[in-house]
């Protein structure tokens, strides 16, 4: 089978404690069933652990949901996350006792004809400032024989050349993979985007914060001043909108899905651009920080909830 990673893939590393946006919380840890079985047998945790661990993993799971998962506590912390932001059950029962979602997050697994494709996800944000940090052009970097026949991921691959091309601006770059696919964007303006984005599930109020940024209106003079403010920063939008296809394309069924996969690409690039000029103009600054904090949201917000995924996808499809 072949493996592919993104050439940042094997970079990543927790920051625990530190992280300011903790996994662990407000969130719905599903267990598989493999953990499941095990956090259930008393005697095996015992071993490990202690007949007291045991116990109290047996308190905090629901084990009669499908999938299982931990009953998170006050604040919508998970039951085993201490007071210094660590893992109780990494440091029980050590990291191969781990759920599945839990050792593998924010890492993602596509898994495709002959190949597997992983990459990071961006609602964390120690994988937002890796990537959107990277100045070089990310490539793939292949476990196997990386020769490929399928029409769908050799388009994919045109689209990521498109957007890496900086001998033109990003927004010009979206176009060109608009019109490669075969795709537009709906005639909404970014206020527009804005009521309809919040008509979807959020997860967190500084969500809906953010979508005020694309209500703001920009005169031409303030666009170009935020261009020229990001002249040396237009590689964040291109590693942005390669993540966008590099996690959704590859999936896509067929060709008229691949144009909905891009629309989404072009639309989220669109929407961080808008926000950052927003807040540019507002403050008369844009810091790198910010810039991955609006797209840590969006990845939190809508890739990371498929109700979400799904409403964007049918809007862009339709519109």
């Keep these: ?12 590393r927790c920051v625990g404690g530190s992280c300011g946006h903790n996994c662990c919380i407000g969130w719905e840890i599903d267990i598989d069933a493999d953990t499941a079985a095990y956090y259930a047998d008393a005697e095996a945790v015992a071993a490990a652990a202690h007949g007291a661990f045991a116990c109290r993993l047996r308190q905090h799971i629901d084990f009669s949901a499908e999938p ?6 006050a604040g919508e912390r998970c039951p085993f996350l201490n007071a210094a932001n660590l893992c109780d059950i990494y440091t029980q029962l050590g990291e191969e006792h781990l759920c599945t979602i839990c050792a593998e997050h924010p890492r993602f697994h596509n898994e495709l004809p002959g190949r597997v494709e992983s990459g990071l996800g961006l609602c964390c944000e120690e994988a937002v400032r890796l990537i959107l940090g990277r100045r070089a052009p990310v490539a793939a970097e ?13 388009l994919r691959d045109e ?10 601006p990003v927004l010009q770059r979206l176009q060109n993979v608009l019109q490669h696919c075969g795709a537009a964007l709906p005639q909404k303006t970014a206020g527009e985007w804005a009521v309809f984005l919040r008509t979807l599930e959020h997860l967190e109020d500084a969500w809906q914060h953010s979508l005020v940024l694309l209500e ?27 993540y966008l296809v590099w996690r959704h394309f590859a999936n896509a069924p067929d060709e ?3 144009a909905v996969r891009a629309a989404f690409a072009a639309l989220g690039c669109t929407l961080l651009y808008r926000m950052g000029a927003a ?13 991955t904090e609006l797209a840590r949201q969006f990845s939190a917000e809508l890739e990371y909830c498929e109700e979400n995924l799904y409403a964007i996808w049918d809007e862009l499809y339709t519109g």
């Excluded at 292949?142 to 991921?153: M, R, S, T, W």
């Design 1 to 12: 089978m072949l493996q592919v990673t993104p050439d940042y893939y094997k970079e990543f």
């Design 68 to 73: 299982p998962h931990f009953i998170l506590g």
């Design 142 to 154: 292949y476990a196997g024989d990386p020769e490929c026949e399928d029409d769908i991921i050799t």
């Design 159 to 168: 689209v990521i050349a498109l957007l890496q091309d900086r001998s033109r």
């Design 216 to 242: 703001q209106p920009l005169s031409q003079a303030q666009l170009a001043a935020f261009d020229a403010h990001m002249a040396d920063r237009q590689h964040e939008y291109e590693q942005f909108a390669v």
């Design 256 to 258: 008229q899905e691949t």
């Design 279 to 291: 807040l540019f103009a507002r403050d008369g600054a844009f810091t790198f920080a910010q810039q």
